[in-house]
């Protein structure tokens, strides 16, 4: 399963929510990598609260630094 890139998504995020120290330190802008994929410069990992996420648990994601990685087609993960 994946993360889709909605509102309701958006609102669960922990990254719109501040709660991610890679988001914070790199200065990055959005969030929701789940959905979106990797972000260009790669970010300096600095830690990572996806697993805690409410759109991590409730999609069936796995996985952790969906910011520093490529989003594949629904199945492809």
Do not use: D
């Not at 929510?17 to 972000?39: D, I, M, V, Y």
């Not at 600095?46 to 999609?59: D, M």
Request: include cysteine; charge should be positive; proline fraction near 5%.
């Amino acid at each position: 399963m994946m993360a889709r890139h909605t509102y309701e998504n958006m609102g669960k995020c922990l990254c719109y929510k501040g709660a991610c120290p890679t988001f914070r330190h790199n200065n990055l802008s959005k969030g929701l990598f789940c959905a979106l994929g990797k972000r260009q410069p790669l970010p300096e990992k600095k830690g990572c609260p996806c697993n805690s996420c409410l759109v991590w648990v409730e999609c069936g994601l796995t996985g952790l630094y969906f910011c520093t990685r490529e989003i594949l087609e629904e199945g492809g993960r």
